[in-house]
């Protein structure tokens, strides 16, 4: 019945879709300024930033992982970071999220990276759950940081 299969350049348009689905879940619609030609450039180009994991259940999209690599330096290794990961509320409960997970845990290891980490929302009380019964930890001692729109252009423009 599940099917997890590596996105092509024909699923930017489902791929947007998932991405406006999981902003809307997470309360923030409007904050989703992708379009399909940002996903295409950026996931399918000649220099790929990310990549996507589609969920089929019974042949329909059922939900997505989208990824990438970065490097832990205290590690010398590559990490697997989890940006989204989203499963269609009809589809819920049938053990794709947990199939998404298992398979990017294959490719964390088939990658040897030393680690596997994504980021929830500290209201999402199931999803925290969820991944905590998988042996994930919450890490709290690290905060995150985001410059972005005028204030990222702001400090480029900083001379050292």
């Known amino acids: 019945m599940l099917n997890i299969r590596p996105a092509t350049s024909s699923d930017v348009k489902l791929i947007l879709e998932f991405i406006r689905e999981l902003a809307a879940y997470e309360r923030e619609p409007q904050a989703v300024t992708a379009t399909e030609a940002d996903l295409a450039r950026d996931g399918f180009g000649a220099e790929p930033k990310f990549r996507v994991l589609i969920a089929e259940w019974d042949g329909k999209p059922a939900g997505f992982a989208l990824f990438f690599y970065n490097y832990s330096t205290w590690l010398g290794r590559p990490s697997l970071h989890l940006e989204d990961l989203f499963v269609r509320p009809e589809f819920r409960g049938k053990g794709i999220g947990k199939g998404l997970l298992v398979h990017l845990a294959g490719?964390?290891?088939?990658?040897?990276?030393?680690?596997?980490?994504?980021?929830?929302?500290?209201?999402?009380?199931?999803?925290?759950?969820?991944?905590?019964?998988?042996?994930?930890r919450v890490v709290k001692e690290w905060l995150n940081m985001r410059v972005e729109g005028e204030a990222l252009k702001r400090l480029a423009r900083e001379e050292g």
Do not use: K, M, T
Not at 108 to 133: K, M, T
């Open 107 to 136: 490719v964390a290891v088939e990658h040897n990276c030393g680690r596997f980490q994504w980021q929830v929302l500290d209201w999402n009380a199931p999803s925290i759950r969820f991944y905590e019964s998988f042996g994930a």
